[in-house]
């Protein structure tokens, strides 16, 4: 299984990250794709990626919650930081309208700019979306001749939504909000392909039922993927395979041989 948006760098995981590692691995998540905030979290992303190269993969991107006055800044290292390191998305990115309206237009402008920067360096783009789906859409529109592609992060919207985003060659984000009663997503999920889903878990945040309220981690993106799995009515590890693949495929790795 692959985690694709676990922030396994914040400091909710500081007394015990191995543990969280190392139960994750444990249960068949091999993978953990790890999106940025702002460049004041880069360097814990990077080292944790150097403790396990061969799980950890980073992001790079300006958050939309940390748009402010000094967004240009933040930028700039975002440029920086493309041709200096490796990384397989520019995330997460987007705007966010239920916890910052100040600097929406800031907010636009920095979606805009890092979406160009996804094109120059031929990256996918990892979505964040809070109350502002139409906002997000009406810039997905601008760019959708330059073939653009990525995830739309922890998505809890309609179907109809989801049909706009699949057309603009995104997939879908699904985490623990499939497997709450109020979550909604669960009743019309299945009538999108299984080719457009991809697994996460937005860790330490949105722990799925029954950890719902406590701190989430990587490990239990099984219970996320087996709610999947229901939904679908298809086998628990065909799911994980399909979804694998179009994860590895939105980032740029090898891709699994499916068999159902």
């Known amino acids: 299984m692959i985690d694709t948006h ?10 015990d990250i191995d543990d969280v590692i190392s139960r994750a691995l444990s249960v068949g998540v091999n993978r953990f794709y790890m999106p940025s905030i702002n460049s004041s979290y880069n360097k814990q992303m990077l080292q944790l990626m150097s403790r396990y ?14 748009v402010d006055e000094n967004y240009k800044k933040e930028l700039d290292f975002v440029r920086d930081e493309i041709e200096r390191n490796k990384y397989y998305a520019i995330g997460e990115i987007g705007i966010d309208l239920y916890h910052e309206k ?7 402008i920095a979606f805009e700019e890092q979406i160009n920067l996804s094109i120059s360096y031929d ?15 009406d810039v997905l529109k601008k760019f959708k001749s330059k073939n653009i592609k990525g995830i ?30 109020n979550g909604k997503i669960s009743e019309f999920l299945n009538q999108i392909p299984i080719e457009k889903i991809v697994l996460e878990t937005d860790s ?16 239990y993106i099984e219970l996320v993927a087996k709610k999947i799995a229901e939904v679908y009515n298809l086998d628990f590890d065909y799911v994980n395979e ?4 179009n994860a590895l495929d939105i980032f740029g790795n090898y891709i699994f041989i499916m068999k159902r």
Do not use: W
């Open 6 to 15: 676990t922030h396994l760098y914040l400091k909710q995981f500081n007394e």
């Open 102 to 108: 100040k600097f929406f237009k800031e907010q636009i």
């Open 152 to 181: 739309f992060h922890c998505f809890s919207g309609s179907i109809e939504e989801a049909k706009k985003i699949i057309d603009l060659n995104f997939s879908l984000g699904i985490g623990g909000v499939v497997t709450f009663k």
């Open 242 to 245: 399909v979804t694998d693949n």
């Open 204 to 219: 330490p945040y949105l722990a799925p039922v029954p950890y719902r309220g406590k701190r989430n981690e990587s490990s």
């Open 53 to 66: 190269p061969k799980n950890i993969f980073c992001m790079v991107g300006l958050h939309p919650c940390y």
């Open 123 to 137: 990256l996918p783009i990892v979505i964040h979306c809070r109350e502002s789906f139409n906002e997000i859409y």
